[in-house]
């Protein structure tokens, strides 16, 4: 019965999004009107990240509980980088930044209806079976971290679906922050297995979400990517291991 109704509040909360979508989309399109450009862009993320997302958390009936944004500078441009588990990752992701970032997004995600249209518009998209459109979306994250924008990067890739509290790590996020030398913002989602029913449904409650504070890689060069995404794994993992053993 548990599970019926957690599955019940997850269809819910699939329709309610796409509703309040449908009703933000006019503000987006006057925001482009309105300031063409990227100010409209700094605009429409700023509604989307600090008006529509805590608004959707809200009615669905998601509190978000965040410990360490104190450790970030709202004015920094960051590489964050996060774990991933379910589909209600990147609404949360959002909610807890202080300031506003674009996510490195999969071109699948562009086929969603009316969700798709915000994606093209707001994230940076990668084909990953293209060489040179992954190379292309390199030059993209550089520009958008020089233009005051942080980049959001899930560095399992996509969801993870195994047991194992963490996906296995590319190399990507921690090559961009290397080679820009933009510090490394790292959050762990440490409950949201709990949230989301190990994926099965959606309930109620609240999610806890960690900072830690940023990693300066300005001094780091190749050779220290491997170290870098171990220390990250690492700290994520211990954050998550604390989180079942309670």
């Not at 005051?148 to 190399?171: A, C, H, Q, V, W």
């Not at 940023?214 to 998550?240: A, F, G, N, W, Y």
């Amino acid at each position: 019965m548990k599970m019926l109704l957690y599955k019940i509040w997850a269809a819910y909360a699939v329709l309610l999004f796409l509703l309040l979508m449908l009703i933000g989309l006019p503000v987006i399109g006057l925001n482009m009107m309105i300031t063409p450009g990227p100010r409209a862009l700094r605009r429409n993320i700023q509604f989307l990240h600090h008006v529509f997302t805590p608004t959707f958390l809200m009615l669905i009936g998601i509190r978000v509980r965040v410990s360490g944004a104190g450790l970030l500078d709202p004015a920094q441009s960051y590489v964050i980088v996060g774990n991933h588990r379910s589909s209600l990752d990147f609404i949360v992701n959002a909610h807890a930044f202080p300031g506003i970032f674009r996510f490195l997004a999969k071109q699948e995600l562009q086929k969603i209806p009316i969700f798709g249209f915000v994606v093209r518009k707001m994230c940076l998209i990668v084909d990953r079976s293209s060489a040179m459109s992954r190379a292309r979306s390199v030059v993209a994250l550089k520009q958008n971290l020089a233009d005051g924008y942080s980049i959001f990067i899930y560095p399992e890739g996509s969801r993870n679906k195994t047991d194992d509290l963490l996906g296995p790590f590319y190399d990507g996020a921690f090559r961009i922050a290397i080679q820009t030398g933009a510090p490394l913002a790292v959050q762990t989602l440490v409950n949201i297995h709990d949230i989301t029913a190990n994926g099965a449904g959606l309930r109620p409650g609240v999610v806890k979400i960690i900072w830690e504070q940023p990693i300066e890689t300005s001094q780091m060069k190749q050779e220290d990517i491997q170290p870098l995404k171990t220390r990250v794994e690492e700290v994520m993992r211990k954050r998550l291991e604390m989180s079942y053993e309670l």
